[in-house]
């Protein structure tokens, strides 16, 4: 019963580095969203996107962080440059489909460090 | 702007101390109130989702409610197996685009 999957678990980066974070969606989801955790705040929306689509990218920051979700393989949120604001807990999350009454279902995270 | 309120932020209960949490929302148009638990270290586990005034669903000692303004997040006889931190969320929109409260510590102890 394989979850959704989430790696690297823990990402220690650089300033100026990159970090490329992975996520596979439970087995027959098909849709992905990415959500970013910061100390003492609660959950915010970054991106949500079906196979080779970003369907709704209102949570992301202009500069620096992009998101993908190929035809094969997983899906992959990329942030350039790191900063050491960029330190949180970034969660994947996946659905079968896109309807509200779906619950997401989420990976255990990656917890990225920058120093 | 959907806004999302959780108290207290911290709850700290003897086994088998009844209690509520408390999520008071401010949206645009709620679609779906979902309450999700979070363990250390662990992503957010799906407990229910609300659609409507009115609606109650039950999980073991688990029970929530949705008023207009507001949800409750009862807990019955809690266990030490119970803590965790409890997470508010409503959907006004998109799919399953989620707007998340702060949540609540719950702290059970023997």
């Known amino acids: 019963n394989a979850g959704v999957m989430q790696n690297p678990r823990h990402l220690v980066r650089r300033r100026g580095q990159e970090a490329r974070l992975r996520c596979s969606p439970m087995k027959g989801h098909s849709h992905v969203y990415w959500y970013r955790q910061l100390p003492e705040e609660g959950l915010k929306f970054m991106v949500y996107?079906?196979?080779?689509?970003?369907?709704?990218e209102s949570g992301m920051p202009k500069e620096r962080f992009s998101a993908e979700f190929p035809k094969e393989g997983p899906s992959i949120l990329r942030i350039q440059q790191v900063v050491r604001g960029d330190s949180a807990a970034y969660f994947c999350a996946s659905s079968p489909v896109g309807a509200i009454n779906s619950p997401l279902h989420f990976g255990n995270g990656t917890r990225l460090t920058v120093t | 702007e959907d806004q999302v309120t959780q108290s207290p932020e911290a709850l700290r209960l003897q086994e088998g101390e009844s209690s509520s949490l408390n999520c008071s929302y401010t949206?645009?148009?709620?679609?779906?109130l979902f309450w999700y638990r979070q363990d250390p270290g662990k992503g957010p586990e799906f407990l229910f989702t609300?659609?409507?005034a009115g609606e109650e669903k039950e999980k073991e000692r688990l029970k929530a409610t949705l008023t207009k303004k507001e949800s409750f997040l009862h807990i019955t006889a809690p266990k030490p197996e119970d803590s965790a931190t409890y997470l508010c969320?409503?959907?006004?929109?998109?799919?399953?685009?989620?707007?998340f409260g702060t949540g609540t510590r719950l702290q059970v102890t023997l």
């Open positions: 969320a409503v959907n006004t929109g998109t799919a399953s685009k989620l707007t």
């Open positions: 996107l079906q196979k080779e689509n970003i369907i709704d």
């Open positions: 949206v645009s148009g709620l679609r779906g």
């Open positions: 609300l659609y409507s």
